[in-house]
């Protein structure tokens, strides 16, 4: 079958693995000429592994991963610790490491498994024609450049902005926002500031400050901030900014502050986007942030992505009926799971964030009683109900 692809993300360029081991003849259009990710770094849980595994990408994505051993959550104001744990219950429970790794090199260890001769930078979709009434229609992507190229299915992985959703919602959705700024980078591991093989998360204020480490002897960090939506983003300000918000705050948040780099520092205003289980249209389908739009608040979306792209594969390959047949029988099976993990990380917003701050100054009450299992319980039952277990 030949297929097309919008969007050279994590969503895209899994699929298009995926796709060409199973003999498709697969095309990547994406609309930047180099892409720069939001985020610095993310985190692969169990599941997400899984599906890069499944992929025969076990050896790289070990190598771009950190060794988060143990996690912690830490007073943000008195550096007392509030509960520390061992991550290994998890792992034997999940059957595989979760590994934290530089976008960037997530990306380029994708686009290089993909085939870099089949992913057509600088070239964005702008329209999209196909013959609803037909059987066996074909589908026509318009790109950017005057271009055009027709398939037998079209998958649009075109993130949180896409034109694929619009196309085939027939309007544009809007994007909630969720209340909060996210100020992310990498700087080198500093055991002054949190030990080398932990998930450290200093908390307070309804506000988090989290480092995890990454391959190669860093640390992703991210600062989060509870904040109106609109305020102005000075690159020449994160600094100030960050010292004010987090003002009598422990010494090793004052050592981040000082050490992040402002020039490759990403800040965010986080959304989401209100579920919706319209998928398809003809021979178009979407997967991962164009599909469902979420929060990072429980580190899920880009392993949905995953998890799609290895399910959209399977249910192609497995179903032989038809295409339609093939995607209905995905959308079946990915929506309600990944919709549910969309609330799941809106709710884990609002505590963490401060929403309702009685609720969050429950939560740190709680934080102070854990003993690990209940926190590894909710990380589990995101990770389960993945295509691979
Ligand atoms: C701060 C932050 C932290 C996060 N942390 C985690 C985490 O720890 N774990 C986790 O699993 N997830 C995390 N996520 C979520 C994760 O980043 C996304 O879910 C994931 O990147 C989605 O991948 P995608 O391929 O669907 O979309 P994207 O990565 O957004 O890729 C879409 C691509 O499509 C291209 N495109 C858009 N429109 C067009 C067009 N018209 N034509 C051609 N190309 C187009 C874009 O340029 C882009 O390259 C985090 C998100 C944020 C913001």
């Avoid at 692809?5 to 990547?28: D, R, Y």
């Avoid at 990403?266 to 979420?294: C, M, Q, Y």
């Avoid at 339609?324 to 959308?331: H, T």
């Avoid at 799941?344 to 401060?354: F, L, S």
């Amino acid at each position: 079958m030949k297929i097309i692809i919008i969007g050279a993300g994590i969503g895209g360029l899994s699929a298009g693995i995926g796709l060409k081991k199973q003999g498709h003849q697969v095309t990547v259009y994406e609309r930047v000429e180099k892409i720069l990710p939001v985020g610095a770094a993310i985190s692969v849980w169990s599941n997400g592994v899984k599906c890069l595994n499944y992929l025969g990408l076990n050896e790289e994505v070990k190598a771009l991963g950190g060794d988060m051993a143990n996690l912690a959550y830490i007073d943000g104001f008195t550096n007392s610790v509030m509960t520390q744990f061992s991550l290994q219950p998890l792992v034997e429970e999940a059957g595989q490491k979760p590994y934290p790794v530089s976008r960037a090199e997530l990306q380029a260890m994708l686009m290089e498994a993909f085939g870099k001769e089949d992913v057509k930078l600088g070239i964005g979709l702008v329209n999209i024609e196909q013959n609803l009434s037909e059987k066996d229609s074909k589908v026509t992507a318009y790109f950017s450049d005057g271009s055009s190229d027709t398939a037998d299915l079209l998958i649009g992985a075109d993130g949180t902005h896409s034109f694929t959703r619009e196309y085939i919602l027939g309007k544009k959705l809007e994007r909630r926002y969720a209340g909060y700024v996210n100020w992310n980078g990498l700087v080198e591991i500093d055991e002054s500031i949190a030990p080398a093989d932990q998930w450290t998360t200093f908390v307070g204020e309804g506000k988090r400050v989290s480092l995890m480490p990454i391959a190669g002897g860093r640390f992703y960090f991210f600062f989060d901030v509870p904040l109106p939506v609109g305020l102005p983003n000075e690159r020449d300000n994160y600094k100030t900014l960050l010292k004010q918000y987090f003002t009598g705050w422990c010494e090793p948040v004052q050592k981040l502050i000082d050490k992040i780099d402002p020039a490759k520092t990403n800040r965010v205003e986080i959304h989401d986007i209100e579920p919706f289980d319209t998928w398809v249209k003809g021979r178009v389908v979407l997967l991962g942030d164009s599909a469902h739009g979420t929060t990072p608040d429980i580190g899920q979306g880009g392993c949905q992505a995953l998890e799609d792209s290895i399910y959209l594969t399977r249910s192609l390959a497995i179903n032989t009926n038809s295409i339609d047949d093939a995607l209905k029988r995905y959308v079946e099976v990915r929506a309600p799971r990944a919709n549910h993990l969309v609330m799941v990380a809106r709710k884990r917003c609002g505590v963490t964030h401060g929403e309702d701050p009685a609720a969050t100054q429950a939560w740190y009450d709680e934080l102070r009683q854990e003993d690990g299992k209940r926190i590894l319980q909710g990380i589990l039952n995101n990770i389960q109900g993945n295509p691979l277990d």
